[in-house]
């Protein structure tokens, strides 16, 4: 009760702890705030006609601390464009002096309760909101575990097919189906099917390897540019064995990425793995840069390309497109798998740019260290 008249203080603290109610005052509206801000009352009674700091000036105030404090205005003379303002400050009901004990206590009451609902109403909308919070969660684990199960299945099917064939061909063997001529190359295909298990087998840990949480651990600066120029002789062998030209082309004094440098290894052999791999003529070319604080890498090629509707899939775990099928390079589908991973798992993305028949433009970005 914040009220300057002694008398109306008084007396109307009486009439509300005769009730029951906790009831502080204060003969100013300074006295009061400094109060409200120390404890978190229901409601408050409010003289308008103050010495300092008016009761209209102090609703806002009030509703700073605590929005849902429930406020009574209380005027001698009440006039309406007085109650308009008062409303649109925020105050919820009137009292006119001099009022009646029973008036004070239907006020109060009334205002109570429309506190009290408005808590209630708050701590639904609460509760709503975790509900929809906890509903999209078990969303979104429901899409994990089934994207998990399918990958499984994925798996298991596509390790399944190099063991079925090293099986037939040594029941052939063992039937006496193979003739002694035909043994050393047939012997040769099982070493190739097996060969080709190991790869995959060694992808899919490189894959797990890839993962978000466990990049997290390992992480520090890491030079981008450093970590291709130590691949770069390896490299440029393989394309001058398939007669292609090779360039490079780095930007000095790059800033550091955050990263693995061990891990980013991958992203940098398996683009440029792939780019020589799918290409028969003309060149590949990398090219790295910074760029509006990130660092951004290109690997081009001239080769086979990919269509556009393969570029949709070409991320996914075992994807191979046909042309690329029908080159006879071995492969497992999941390099690029494992460097969207990567990349992605350092806040970055990557993108592709191909015309089938016409070369491939890989081109990833990320975050410089600044
Ligand atoms: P793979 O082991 O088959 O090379 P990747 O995951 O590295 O697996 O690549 C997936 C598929 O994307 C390839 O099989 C091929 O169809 C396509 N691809 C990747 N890079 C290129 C490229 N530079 N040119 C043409 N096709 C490419």
Request: glycine share 8%.
């Amino acid at each position: 009760m914040i009220d300057d008249e002694q008398g109306i203080r008084e007396g109307s603290k009486r009439a509300l702890s005769s009730q029951g109610y906790l009831v502080d005052t204060a003969e100013n509206g300074d006295q009061g705030l400094e109060k409200i801000q120390q404890i978190d009352y229901d409601l408050v009674l409010l003289d308008v006609m103050m010495p300092g700091i008016s009761g209209i000036d102090l609703i806002e105030k009030i509703h700073e601390v605590d929005p849902e404090t429930v406020i009574i205005i209380i005027t001698g003379y009440a006039t309406v464009e007085m109650a308009v303002r008062a409303i649109k400050q925020g105050a919820y009901d009137f009292l006119t002096k001099p009022f009646s004990v029973d008036d004070l206590l239907l006020v109060v009451q009334q205002g109570l309760e429309r506190r009290r609902l408005m808590l209630e109403t708050k701590r639904l909308q609460m509760i709503e909101v975790e509900a929809k919070k906890l509903s999209e969660e078990k969303a979104r684990l429901e899409e994990l575990d089934r994207a998990k199960m399918q990958f499984i299945r994925l798996v298991t099917h596509e390790l399944q097919a190099p063991i079925a064939a090293i099986q037939t061909y040594i029941k052939l063997i063992l039937e006496g189906y193979v003739t002694p001529d035909k043994l050393q190359s047939t012997l040769e295909k099982c070493l190739e099917r097996a060969e080709e298990q190991m790869t995959m087998i060694r992808d899919l840990l490189e894959l797990g390897r890839a993962q978000v949480v466990e990049q997290r651990l390992s992480e520090g600066a890491i030079h981008l540019d450093e970590i291709l120029n130590n691949l770069l002789d390896g490299l440029q062998n393989q394309a001058r064995e398939k007669g292609l030209e090779f360039r490079v082309n780095i930007q000095e004094n790059l800033p550091a990425v955050l990263g693995n440098a061990e891990r980013f290894r991958s992203v940098w052999q398996n683009l440029i793995d792939n780019a020589i791999k799918y290409t028969n003529q003309g060149y590949v070319e990398v090219n790295l840069y910074a760029e509006n604080g990130k660092v951004i890498g290109e690997v081009k090629d001239s080769g086979i390309g990919i269509s556009e509707e393969d570029q949709q899939q070409l991320f996914r775990e075992f994807f191979r497109a046909k042309n690329a099928k029908a080159t006879q390079q071995p492969g497992t589908g999941l390099g690029l798998t494992i460097v969207k991973r990567i990349i992605e798992g350092m806040g970055g993305e990557i993108q592709v740019q191909s015309r089938l028949g016409e070369g491939s433009k890989f081109v990833f970005s990320v975050p410089a260290i600044t």
